[in-house]
């Protein structure tokens, strides 16, 4: 799902779930309900640290969400 959409289903309060998790080169991405967060040419959004992602989400009014991180890490 885009940025845009992404933020549209917020509006709605139409996400059930967010989760972040480690991306396969590095960095965090967003899940929202199972779909990664994508930008207008379909790259997965990746974010830095877990503070960026934190900023983002709650700069969009995400209060709630679930880190992943991979086994091992």
Do not use: I, W
């Not at 830095?48 to 991979?70: A, H, I, P, R």
């Amino acid at each position: 799902m885009t940025e845009q959409e992404f933020k549209t289903l917020l509006s709605q309060h139409a996400v059930k779930c967010v989760q972040v998790t480690r991306c396969q080169d590095r960095g965090y991405m967003v899940l929202a309900d199972g779909k990664s967060l994508k930008t207008e040419r379909q790259l997965v959004v990746e974010f830095t640290d877990l503070n960026t992602v934190g900023g983002y989400l709650g700069n969009l009014g995400v209060l709630e969400f679930c880190v992943k991180q991979s086994h091992g890490e």
